[in-house]
């Protein structure tokens, strides 16, 4: 048998659990490449423990970084009158980093799969820290752009994504609750800093504000270490046959041709491993392909020894990998409990073996267990999961439902499901350090990139409706304040316009994510957006403080439907093996559309007033709310999938 992958790392105890699946004595080739072994990693949640810390800090971090970059508005008038330049100009600064934040998300996505969310998140509060730091000394609009706009996006970008799906790594059945916890950070974030960074420009100018800013950055750092890696466990699985000198070589559903051989692959690099030349995820077996043996292998090759109608068992050799202070009897017993209560028929069959290599504790000063460590896992590929980017319900997915089918209500785990929606690695994948764009950030590029989706009406009006709901949603939340001072209602409420926007945000993240378990998510899209649409053309009908109120708190709760059912919508379409996919292009078109919106509004205010750009504005939510009815017609004419709601009746 080939050497088993060396996995050299340190860990905490209290994390998920990781396993790793190698299947070193199997080869494959895909679509004409050359063979490769595969191997398969998948993550197991504890559903609690540390995993809440990891919430609390991911709430801390959006409440940090969304109610900054969202509230760009309360100092914008600002920085006008300091540089002595157009409105549309400073709106470009930020809007620059907004759109950075959503287009550079899967690039960011290749190198969470690579460094680790931790390492991410670190460097995105570096870069956004210094960034803003170096800002509150320029003098010029140039200058602001590169490092305000730019840099500052890009860590926007890395700290948005890695806060936005490590929590999702850490639970299972809580998942859409954690999840939902975390992002109201942006919620109450958005409704905080609109008043303290008004109050705060009144007082110091926007340059202290800024400084302020880089300093609430640097906070993120600390938090982002709450984000460790995973416990990690190694399982190898072999077949043992009567003749031990006899070759079984298994060939996946994917596969075209395998290796007649078990030897190393040793050929160069071929096209495939260009940067945007890698292969997707979907065209990688899952983890539960690998390893059960449900249908019997097919015997490609063997050496002189009994018929292939020999009967064979497995053998499953489960190896933890200790963290410096040791492994606990606790960890032990979790991992044996998994295994005892999978109910894959091909894990009842094997022979299983869990080795814990001994390592007594060791001694280590209170400061050190509090600045405990934990490098990370260079094997370890989180973005190979097909529902990375999923913030539902898992229990409604159909992967869930099919792995949990024949398993007792009391004894359902985890790892069924996991292995149902984690996608194979390749050994060279595994083993490739080879600087910044390796193998792990390429094909998740390659994945997120996919242009083949736009081959599809139905995707190609979601991203016109992606790239309109963004010219319109960011407008009122940087013009509202402005507006409503020249129609002379009192500045001290104008502040609080959209703090009332941001917690009806929040309240309708809730409310819409409530109701996507019951009703179909893309009709609660359209009715949210046209909604808001609607009466952000409204607005100006009345400058009266409360309907102004009443106007904000409507536009907040209504287009919260943007984040809440986006996944929910990209599933019912095309299913969970493409939510990576589409959720990658979708971002581009979402980002031009963030890039457009704000200066193209500021044109129109300084040559028609707010009034246009207003109306602009919720045109824009109106139409993608109207692109959006129109991709659901067609996708119940052509039945581009079936949905995984119908069981449950969310079609109505």
Request: charged share 15%; aromatic share 10%; net charge positive.
């Amino acid at each position: 048998m080939p050497p088993k992958p060396t996995l050299s790392t340190t860990y905490d105890k209290r994390k998920s659990v990781t396993v790793i699946t190698s299947r070193t004595n199997r080869r494959v080739s895909f679509g004409g490449t050359e063979e490769t072994e595969i191997q398969a990693q998948v993550h197991v949640p504890e559903e609690g423990c540390w995993g809440w810390v990891v919430v609390a800090a991911a709430f801390c971090v959006t409440f940090i970084m969304d109610g900054i970059a969202l509230t760009f508005g309360s100092i914008r008038p600002d920085m006008t009158l300091d540089l002595n330049v157009s409105e549309t100009m400073t709106a470009l600064i930020n809007s620059i980093a907004l759109a950075l934040y959503l287009i550079a998300g899967p690039l960011v996505s290749g190198l969470i799969n690579r460094f680790g969310f931790r390492a991410c998140c670190m460097a995105g509060s570096v870069t956004c820290s210094l960034s803003l730091f170096i800002s509150y000394f320029l003098a010029n609009v140039g200058g602001l752009i590169l490092f305000y706009g730019v840099l500052c996006g890009i860590g926007f970008a890395l700290i948005n994504m890695s806060t936005g799906l490590v929590v999702g790594f850490y639970f299972e059945k809580r998942r859409s609750i954690a999840i939902g916890t975390a992002t109201l950070g942006t919620s109450v974030g958005i409704m905080a800093w609109y008043p303290i960074n008004s109050n705060l420009v009144k007082l110091a100018g926007w340059r202290s504000v800024t400084l302020f800013h880089s300093g609430m950055f640097g906070i993120i750092y600390f938090l982002a270490m709450t984000f460790r890696p995973l416990l990690s466990l190694h399982v190898d699985k072999t077949e043992v046959t009567e003749e031990p000198t006899r070759t079984v070589t298994y060939l996946p559903n994917v596969a075209a041709t395998s290796s007649q051989s078990g030897q190393p692959d040793t050929a160069k690099p071929s096209g495939s491993e260009r940067l945007f030349a890698a292969m997707t995820n979907d065209q990688f077996p899952t983890a539960a392909d690998v390893v059960k043996d449900n249908e019997e292998p097919q015997i490609l090759s063997s050496q002189p020894g009994p018929s292939a109608e020999s009967p064979r068992a497995s053998k499953l050799t489960i190896t933890a990998m200790t963290p410096t202070s040791g492994i606990s009897n606790h960890q032990l017993q979790k991992v044996e409990s998994i295994i005892s209560k999978t109910s894959m028929t091909d894990f009842k069959k094997q022979k299983l073996k869990v080795n814990v290599p001994e390592q007594k504790p060791k001694k280590v000063s209170c400061w050190g267990r509090l600045c405990n460590w934990e490098g990370h896992l260079p094997e370890s590929r989180p973005m190979y999961r097909d529902d990375a980017f999923y913030d539902g319900k898992v229990e409604r997915l159909p992967e869930y439902q099919s792995s949990k089918g024949a398993v007792v209500s009391e004894e359902k785990t985890g790892l069924e499901y996991q292995l149902a929606v984690s996608r194979a690695a390749t050994a060279q994948d595994l083993q490739d350090r080879r600087g910044v764009f390796a193998t792990a950030v390429r094909r998740v590029l390659a994945t997120m990139m996919d242009p083949k989706l736009l081959k599809l009406s139905t995707f190609r009006y979601f991203c016109a409706a992606g790239f309109l709901i963004y010219l319109g949603f960011l407008v009122p939340f940087a013009y509202i304040q402005v507006r409503n001072l020249q129609a002379g209602i009192d500045p001290r409420h104008c502040s609080l316009f959209v703090s009332a926007m941001g917690g009806f945000n929040g309240l309708g993240r809730l409310g819409f994510g409530f109701l996507a378990i019951k009703f179909c998510p893309i009709k609660l899209s359209v009715a949210g957006l046209c909604i808001g649409g609607v009466i952000t053309m409204l607005s100006h009908v009345s400058f009266n403080m409360y309907f102004q109120y009443v106007y904000c708190s409507l536009f907040g709760f209504s287009v919260a439907c943007v984040i809440s059912c986006r996944a929910l919508m990209l599933v019912k379409l095309y299913g969970l093996e493409k939510l990576t996919n589409a959720t990658g292009m979708l971002l581009l078109f979402q980002g031009i559309g963030s890039l457009i919106s704000t200066p193209l509004a500021g044109i129109l205010s300084e040559r028609f007033g707010y009034t246009v750009a207003f109306i602009v504005s919720g045109a824009s939510l109106v139409l993608g709310g109207l692109m959006f009815a129109r991709m659901y017609l067609i996708f119940l004419k052509e039945k581009v999938t079936v949905s995984p709601y119908s069981s449950e009746g969310s079609n109505k």
